[in-house]
């Protein structure tokens, strides 16, 4: 069975991506995705507000493990 991880990416090159969960099948990395708080420019929560202002830009997507 193929899986996916969401891996947050990050514009500004010094800061590396990370790895945020593993083991998800396609829909659920979908699900994840899909969510407004999982990208900088369309988070309205405090926490994702603050990432931005500390991080830049940056987004969730998924790949396949």
Known sequence: MTTYRI???YARAELDN???ETG????????HC????????TCTT??????T?????????YCEE
């Open 7 to 9: 891996v947050r990416f």
């Open 18 to 20: 990370e790895v945020l």
């Open 24 to 31: 998800l099948t396609l829909d659920e990395a979908q699900e």
């Open 34 to 41: 899909s969510d407004p708080e999982t990208s900088s420019r």
């Open 46 to 51: 405090e926490k994702g507000q603050a990432l």
């Open 53 to 61: 202002e500390s991080h830049g830009d940056w987004f969730d997507g």
